[in-house]
């Protein structure tokens, strides 16, 4: 055994063993560089997801305060509604840093600061509307809308939340996982299937008002 592997390296010349070698250490140089790339492509998506995640927590928490604000009817000038409206207003600041303006070449704000110049992106844009109205909600009712005020808001919130989904698509994220993790993040079951498979804990939806969920569906959940 031994002769016939001393017979196959001394069938090459000492150079070809170093071009070979060399060829070697060049593809696994090529290997760890690709890796390294979607490793790092991998991580800074990551991370930007993680990053947008935050500031979307923060933006929401504050519109649903301020929602609540409004359902126990706090006045602009309650502490706790002018605070949260004050921080509402620093994360629109610093969504612009993730939604900037559109420049679209007709010089649109040009003479705005840096920042303003161009048109809003609808995702800040919600955001912005829904403070406008908080602003204005004692001359709402003096002028025709579509919607009740209540109503509106929770209509900018929700497509909000919408343009968000759209940009870091759950769907495809979850996917991801269970293809490269094998970790499933979603059970893909109606409340409907939960009852049939657990028809002891059906008080766990029926206990509300015949009305309520109606209305909750009609400005929360549909």
Same mark, same amino acid.
């Given at each position: ?5 001393? $017979?196959?390296? $001394?069938? @090459?010349? $000492?150079?070809?063993?170093? %071009? @070979? ?9 090529? &290997? ?18 993680? #990053?947008? !995640? ?11 305060? !301020? ?25 629109? #600041?610093?969504? /612009?840093?993730? *939604?900037? =303006? ?5 010089? @649109?704000?040009? +003479? ?7 048109? =809003? ?8 509307? *829904? ?11 003096? *002028?025709?809308? %579509?919607?009740?005020? %209540?109503?509106? !808001? ?32 979603? &059970?893909?079951?109606?409340? #409907?299937? *939960?009852?049939?498979? =657990?028809? $002891? #804990?059906?008080?766990? @939806? ?12 009609? /400005?929360?959940? +549909?």
């Amino acid at each position: 055994m031994f002769e016939s592997i001393k $017979t196959f390296f $001394t069938a @090459f010349e $000492t150079r070809d063993i170093i %071009a @070979f070698a060399a060829l070697v250490v060049s593809s696994c140089a090529i &290997i760890l560089t690709v890796f390294s790339h979607f490793r790092q492509k991998y991580e800074s998506s990551a991370s930007a997801r993680k #990053e947008m !995640l935050e500031w979307f927590y923060e933006t929401t928490h504050t519109l649903m305060v !301020l929602k609540m604000c409004v359902a126990q009817k706090k006045s602009i000038h309650d502490p706790e509604r002018a605070t949260h409206m004050a921080k509402l207003c620093s994360l629109i #600041e610093l969504g /612009r840093f993730y *939604f900037p =303006n559109m420049l679209r070449g007709d010089g @649109f704000g040009k +003479e705005k600061p840096l920042a303003y110049r161009g048109y =809003n992106n609808v995702a800040l844009e919600f955001l912005l509307h *829904f403070y406008d109205a908080l602003l204005l909600e004692d001359s709402y009712g003096q *002028f025709e809308h %579509a919607y009740g005020f %209540a109503e509106l !808001l929770d209509k900018l919130q929700r497509e909000y939340t919408s343009i968000i989904y759209r940009i870091l698509k759950p769907r495809k994220h979850i996917d991801r996982i269970r293809k490269h993790a094998g970790l499933s993040l979603a &059970i893909h079951e109606r409340r #409907e299937e *939960f009852i049939k498979r =657990n028809p $002891t #804990e059906v008080g766990l @939806f029926s206990w509300r008002p015949r009305g309520i969920g109606k209305e909750r569906r009609m /400005r929360q959940c +549909e």
